[in-house]
C-alpha cells in the first residue's frame, strides 16, 4: 500500500508542475508583440511595451523557482528525505507535539531558504527595474523578522494545540480542531486589521477634507456606519496600489493605499471604495467565511481518516507513523481536490467582483469606477488579455476588460 502511494505522490507532483506550465503556455500566447485594439484607452504603446517586458521577467523567474521547487521535492521525496529528517529529529525527542513542531519548523526554514534569492530578486531586481519597488533592505528584513515572530507567537502555539488534539482525541480529532481552527478564523476576520496588518504597515485615519466629505456623503446614502476609515502607507515597499475592506460587525475597516490616492481623483476613489462596500452589502465577506469553514471542516475530516493510516507515512520514507509526516503526504494527495475547490471558490469570487461593480455603478458612479479601473491597471502592469484557461484557474478577478464591458454594458 505504500509503495502504491507513493508512485501516486510522485505522479500528482509531476502532473501538477506540467498542468501549471500548460497554463503559463497558453497565456504566453496569447500576448501579442503588438498593442492590441483593446488596449487602447489603458495603454499607449511605451507603456503596453513596458508591460511585455516586465511580464517576460517575471515568467523566466517563476518558471527558474518552479523547476528548482519540483527538483528537489522530487528529490527529497525519492530519496526518502522525510523519512529521514523523521528520523533525525527523533534523536533529540520522541515527544509527539515537539517533534511535530521543529519537523514543521525545519521544513519551513529550509523553504524560505530555498526561495529566498527568488523573493530578493523579484523585489529588487524586477520590480527595481519596472518601477515598483519601494522596499529598503531594512524593511525587507524586518518584515521576515516579524513573520517569524508571528509564527513562533501564534502559529506555533496553534499548531502545538491541533497536533495534542489529534494524538488525544483520535477520531474526534477533526470537530474539534474544527472548531478552534473555525474560531480563530473568525477573531482573524474581526482583528487582523487592528491587531496583525498594524505590525507592517502605518495605518492612518483619512484627514478631513473633500474627499473624506464626499466619503462620507456615499455611506450616509448607501446606510454604510463608517467607523474605521485609514490610508495604509503602502508606498514603503510598492508602487502599486490597492484597498481592501475588513472585518465584521462594528469593527469594519476600510483600508486606501495611500498610492491609491496619489494615483486616482476623488471621484474615482469613492467609487472603488464604493466596489469596497458593494461587497458588504452583498454578504460576499460572510459567506466567504462561511465557505472557508465549511471547507476547512470537510478537510479535517478527511485529514482524520487518512491519518490514521500508517500507510501515508510510510510512503515518505518513515518508520512510524505520525501527524507531521503524515500530513505532508495528505497535502500532496489532496492538492488535486484542493484544485478543484480553488476554482470553485475563484468563480464565486469573480461572480462577486461582478456585483460589487454593478453595485457602485448603481449607488455611486460607474464611469468613475471604469475609470479608475483603467488606471490602475496601467499603473499595476495588468493583463489585459489573459488565456480563459488560465483566467478560470487562477483568477479571483474576472479581467479587466470583462469588468469595463459590464460596466459600460450592464
Known sequence: MSEVLFYVIITI??????????????????????????????YDEERYAKWLAYDKANGRLGMLSSSVNI??????????????????????????????????????????????????????VIEERFGFNRTTVKTF????????????????????LIIWIYYSL?????????????????????FAASWIMPLFNKFTPLEEGSLRSSIEAYCAKV???????FVIDGSKRSAKSNAFFSG???????????????????????AVLAHEIGHYKKQHIAQGLVLSTLQTGVMLFILGVFLRMPAFSAALGASEASFHVGIIAFGIVFSPISTLIGIAMNILSRKNEFEADAYARTTYNGEALGAALKKLTAENLGNLTPHPAYVFVHYSHPPVLKRLERLTNP
Not at 175 to 189: C, D, K, R
Not at 223 to 229: E, K, T
Open 141 to 160: 528584513v524586518m518584515d521576515m523578522l516579524k513573520g517569524i515572530g508571528l509564527s513562533l507567537v501564534i502559529g506555533a502555539p496553534l499548531g502545538a
Open 13 to 42: 507532483v509531476v502532473i501538477d508542475f506540467l498542468f501549471e506550465k500548460v497554463l503559463d503556455l497558453l497565456n504566453d500566447r496569447r500576448k501579442s508583440p503588438q498593442m492590441p485594439e483593446a488596449a487602447k484607452g489603458i
Open 71 to 124: 527538483i528537489l521535492i522530487l528529490s527529497v521525496l525519492i530519496f526518502g528525505g522525510f523519512g529521514w529528517l523523521d528520523a533525525w529529529l527523533r534523536t533529540f525527542t520522541e515527544q509527539p507535539v515537539p517533534l511535530a513542531l521543529l519537523y514543521f519548523a525545519v521544513l519551513s526554514g529550509l523553504s524560505s531558504i530555498i526561495n529566498l534569492p527568488f523573493s530578493l530578486y523579484g523585489t529588487f
Open 248 to 270: 465584521l460587525g462594528p469593527k469594519k475597516t476600510i483600508a486606501l493605499y495611500d498610492t491609491l490616492l496619489d494615483q486616482l481623483v476623488e471621484q474615482e476613489v469613492v
Open 170 to 190: 483520535g477520531e474526534h480529532f477533526w470537530w474539534v480542531a474544527w472548531l478552534i481552527l473555525s474560531g480563530f478564523s473568525l477573531i482573524m476576520t474581526m
Open 223 to 229: 446606510g454604510f456606519q463608517l467607523s474605521r476609515l
